[in-house]
């Protein structure tokens, strides 16, 4: 099956400017979760879609970033307008619904690499 | 704050060597505890796991030693190859999500 794929792998915006991150998930993958690895800190948790639904969006760092999962298929990210702290990298993973429990079906993407000048 | 405390943030070993990576937790209600490997350009991947009642699990050149009491756990990679050299992420399942710990980047030297 294929992965999960994310696009652009690399992004370089100005402050104050906006970007899309996407996120095509497993197909089947009810789950799909959004992360963030900020240059040498651990890999934090952004939120969590259940089909098109947010299930839990408690990472989210503030009103500028929104995340959509439109018709329960591929997922984005937009942060809107972007700032310098904001740099890192994105990444996006899916599991089927009753598989997280065990991270085995828990597929990570390659990730986007923002950097925010 | 950080919810998973990992250790050292580089590791250099000879191969053959055994590289080992340390990892603490607070949180006793996290109920699962993978290790992911990454590589350049790609993403983590599961490399092994654990669950908080087993004290040992190894699978191949790879162990995770569990100490429940101390709330710490810990990868061990035997025989360690250059093909091994890559990140290492200790994690710590808590609900639907998961806690990260803030990466060991392996280099194992020919």
């Known amino acids: 099956e294929a992965g999960v794929t994310q696009f652009p792998s690399h992004s370089v915006i100005e402050k104050g400017q906006t970007v899309t991150l996407r996120c095509d998930p497993i197909s089947g993958h009810d789950n799909l979760y959004w992360y963030r690895r900020v240059m040498g800190k651990e890999i934090k948790f952004l939120l969590h879609f259940v089909k098109e639904s947010k299930q839990d969006e408690s990472g989210m760092p503030n009103n500028r970033f929104l995340a959509e999962r439109t018709g329960g298929t591929y997922s984005t990210l937009k942060v809107q307008p972007a700032e310098l702290e904001d740099s890192g990298v994105y990444f996006c993973?899916?599991?089927?619904?009753?598989?997280?429990?065990?991270?085995?079906?828990?597929?990570f993407g390659s990730g986007t690499r923002l950097t925010v000048v | 704050q950080q919810q998973v405390k990992q250790s050292p943030q580089s590791l250099i070993v000879q191969k053959g060597g055994i590289s080992i990576i340390n990892c603490a937790y607070e949180?006793?209600?996290?109920?699962?505890f993978p290790w992911y490997q990454q590589f350049p350009g790609k993403g983590p991947a599961l490399l092994i796991a654990?669950?908080?009642?087993?004290s040992e699990k190894k699978e191949g050149r790879f162990t995770i030693s569990f100490n429940k009491s101390a709330k710490q756990f810990s990868l061990h990679i035997m025989d360690s190859q250059p093909g091994d050299s890559a990140t290492y992420f200790c994690a710590a399942k808590g609900g639907n999500q998961f806690y990260f710990g803030t990466g060991t980047s392996l280099t194992v030297i020919p």
């Open positions: 993973a899916s599991s089927r619904s009753g598989t997280v429990i065990t991270g085995r079906g828990y597929t």
């Open positions: 654990i669950r908080p009642d087993v």
């Open positions: 949180n006793t209600a996290f109920d699962y």
